[in-house]
């Protein structure tokens, strides 16, 4: 579809939802529908407007229409040795850029690079209003105020329909490298915030049963000098376990699909182990904690669960499966709800983009 068209074709349905007191599912590829809480409305598909609009491999630098699928800018990255190193993903074949941002989703790299919205430099936005905001640009230092380009990194498209992204790449490492260790869950908790404190090349991490496996990345020397300080055995299929842990493919996430609940678990890297029932698997050096939940008693158990995550000084968010009636992300201080609601009513002031998706009133 002609860009032009696109963008008159989807100012006029959002027109037509705010007269109508309607609502609006924004849904590219439909990848992550899941994610979140239950949405509804008629659909605003993003599909049509897509396309790099600008890519410079010198600059670091890739600007893609919303509706652009991950995989053609990987597969253009890749021919220039670079990559969205925050390893966003993507969850199915249609997953797309716009979705990728809303989302906020990074993948086993995290810990070393950032999350995705580090990496966000300038956005365009279509609000409720049908007007077409441009926020950041290119390049690192060109934001003044605030940075609404970063802001809608994990929005899941409550503020507007956003229609392009600039986002910073970077080079491939030029050596990699994966070790695993025989460890409890303690003494990999323990290890990885004592390797973290060292200049070693760990770029991602993962514990789970009994074996802690790391990923090394960067200059050639500094890969091999870690790999004599830390020992451990060689990783033979070493780009398959990464792939199954960003894409949730991983053994441990089979779990999930059959109904029982994953919940994502953010504490502090250094938190002690959690007394929770049920199956886990750590990544970012501690950071993140995936729980498979096996309690029936859903209600009392997922309360146990945030207030335990909640007392070691983290947040936890239902992420697949269980009973999502009573919340999937983390309640909201009441000074940090009316900022939300403000910034609400300011983007979408007649509440027609994804109803209900983070939160039942928003």
């Known amino acids: 579809m002609d860009p032009q068209q696109f963008k008159e074709q989807a100012r006029a349905q959002i027109l037509q939802a705010a007269a109508d007191h309607g609502a609006l599912e924004i849904r590219g590829g439909g990848s992550k529908h899941w994610y979140g809480q239950k949405i509804q409305g008629e659909v605003l598909d993003t599909r049509g407007y897509s396309g790099v609009i600008d890519y410079e491999p010198t600059e670091l630098v890739i600007t893609a229409r919303c509706g652009t699928p991950l995989s053609e800018i990987e597969a253009l990255l890749a021919l220039h040795q670079q990559m969205l190193a925050f390893e966003p993903p993507h969850f199915g074949s249609g997953a797309t850029l716009g979705g990728m941002l809303a989302s906020g989703l990074s ?3 995290r810990q070393a690079v950032g999350a995705l919205r580090d990496f966000v430099l300038g956005a365009v ?24 380009s970063r802001l ?24 990699v490298s994966s070790r695993r260790f025989a460890m409890n869950e303690a003494e990999a908790i323990r290890n990885l915030n004592q390797w973290g404190g060292q200049p070693l090349p760990v770029a991602a991490s993962c514990w789970h049963d009994g074996a802690l496996t790391i990923r090394l990345a960067g200059a050639e020397a500094a890969v091999r000098a870690a790999e004599q300080k830390l020992g451990g055995d060689i990783v033979a299929d070493a780009g398959e376990f990464w792939q199954a842990l960003r894409e949730q493919t991983h053994s441990f996430f089979a779990g999930a699909a059959t109904g029982k609940a994953l919940w994502r678990l953010s504490v502090p890297s250094t938190a002690a182990p959690l007394a929770l029932s049920g199956s886990t698997l750590i990544e970012w050096g501690g950071a993140q904690r995936w729980l498979i939940s096996d309690s029936s008693a859903a209600a009392i158990h997922d309360a146990a669960i ?24 983390q309640p909201l201080a009441p000074a940090v709800a009316r900022i939300h609601r403000h910034l609400k009513a300011g983007f979408d002031p007649s509440a027609i983009f994804n109803i209900g998706r983070m939160y039942p009133d928003f």
């Open 125 to 148: 936005l279509m609000d409720g209003k049908g007007d077409v905001l441009h926020f950041g640009g290119q390049v690192m230092k060109n934001v003044a105020g605030y940075d609404v």
């Open 306 to 329: 945030r207030d335990a995550v909640s007392g070691a000084g983290g947040h936890a968010t239902l992420f697949r499966g269980g009973d999502k009636s009573a919340g999937v992300f």
């Open 107 to 109: 993948g086993p790299s």
């Open 152 to 175: 809608l990194a994990g929005s899941l498209g409550t503020l507007g329909l956003i229609l392009e992204a600039s986002i910073k790449v970077l080079p491939l490492p030029v050596a």
